[in-house]
């Protein structure tokens, strides 16, 4: 069965510090992995995805995320966090492609303060 | 371009109740995709509609049925709310022969009392 871990609740972090939101994934086959954004009684906007390829994913407003096989990890990280990066962030699973159902993970939701 | 809107916003039902939900998909996706988003946790998969038919079915119950129509627009019926259907339902579309990715409209608030 498919699953995904958020280890972290909430993830605090200085302005201007790097971040990282940790991920881990549980599936059959090769993983299509995704990161979510939400705000509050938003819906939720993609970041980033990995597919197939170079392991280090860039994605929307200055983040990124390194897939790690042997670790079945796929952590986000920002080089310098900004205080609107504050938000709920969602890592998602898919085994077939992102036209088949997303596996989503509990949320992490980060605190950047000032 | 327009993309994924969800109607109504927020949404307030008593118990028993039937309510329907609908969404239309980004211009060029045909295929919509249900989540329900419940306090605190992560998107929880429906199901999934193409060429007006379910493809793929989450572990829900029957109480939840959905529709997708020829302009690929969908709705999602729940019959007999419970209180435990109180939820952000999220609709995702995306297009069968694209990138992967899933694209969420704003979702609509349904609170059952």
């Known amino acids: 069965a498919q699953s995904v871990a958020q280890p972290e609740d909430q993830v605090n972090v200085a302005e201007g510090n790097p971040l990282t939101v940790k991920c881990t994934y549980s599936v059959s086959g090769n993983p299509y992995l995704f990161w979510y954004v939400q705000y509050p009684n938003r819906g939720l906007q993609f970041l980033l995805k990995?597919?197939?390829?170079?392991?280090l994913v860039k994605g929307s407003y200055g983040f990124e995320a390194e897939f790690n096989k042997s670790q079945t990890s796929f952590h986000l990280k920002k080089p310098s966090a900004l205080v609107s990066d504050s938000a709920l962030y969602f890592c998602?699973?898919?085994?077939?492609?992102?036209?088949?159902?997303?596996?989503f993970g509990a949320g992490t939701r980060l605190a950047v303060h000032p | 371009d327009a993309g994924v809107t969800q109607s109504p916003t927020h949404l307030i039902k008593t118990r028993g109740q039937q309510v329907t939900l609908r969404c239309s998909p980004k211009s060029g996706h045909d295929t919509v995709s249900w989540y329900q988003q419940a306090l605190g946790q992560g998107p929880q998969f429906i199901f999934q509609y193409y060429e007006e038919e379910e493809r793929q079915r989450g572990n829900f119950p029957d109480r939840f049925s959905g529709h997708q129509f020829p302009n690929y627009s969908s709705e999602l019926n729940v019959n007999a709310l419970l209180l435990g259907d109180s939820a952000l339902y999220l609709c995702?579309?995306?297009?069968?022969?694209?990138?992967?990715?899933?694209?969420f409209g704003p979702g609509t608030r349904l609170t059952v009392t």
């Open positions: 998602a699973v898919s085994a077939l492609g992102g036209y088949n159902k997303l596996i």
């Open positions: 990995y597919i197939t390829g170079d392991n």
């Open positions: 995702a579309s995306s297009f069968i022969q694209g990138n992967h990715e899933q694209y």
